[in-house]
């Protein structure tokens, strides 16, 4: 029983989407229509964000937050748009948004990558004035 709620608190921020004390992940993925893509993708997101944002060293704030959006275009076009976008204080602060024509699963979760990453900087910066 001891092990098992030691197991269970070790994955409690991985189950709970949370990066750490100082940045919590919000991975939307409920407008992605093919079934079961949006639950991969997420799962994906969440995996590759929290390593990046854990790379990132961010300490100082405990109201940053990492909001990370993945849907399929509109209409007939195949493909997703993602956005990532830094909040502080519950307002908007940053925001990356990419439009992936024709992409897979995978590069979408490639272009999160890409957008968190140029926004790094701008969210050490915001870790380290809160």
């Known amino acids: 029983m001891t092990a098992l709620l030691a197991l269970l608190m070790a ?6 989407g949370e990066v750490g004390p100082e ?13 079961g893509a949006g ?13 990046l944002l854990r790379t990132t060293e ?3 704030s405990s109201d940053l937050v990492v909001e990370v959006s993945v849907r399929t ?12 976008a830094l909040h502080q204080g519950g307002r908007r602060v940053a925001v990356d ?3 992936c024509s024709l992409c897979t699963e995978g590069e979408a979760v490639a272009a999160v990558q890409r957008s968190l990453a140029g926004l790094a900087p701008r969210l050490r910066t915001l870790a ?3």
Do not use: D, N
């Open 23 to 35: 940045v919590r992940l919000v991975v939307e993925t409920s407008h992605v229509r093919e079934a």
């Open 128 to 130: 380290h004035q809160g």
């Open 73 to 84: 275009l509109r209409g007939s076009s195949l493909g997703y748009a993602t956005e990532v």
């Open 58 to 60: 961010v300490a100082g």
């Open 11 to 16: 994955m409690k921020p991985l189950l709970l």
């Open 97 to 99: 948004r990419t439009r």
């Open 39 to 51: 639950s991969a993708i997420a799962r994906q997101v969440r995996m590759s964000s929290q390593t």
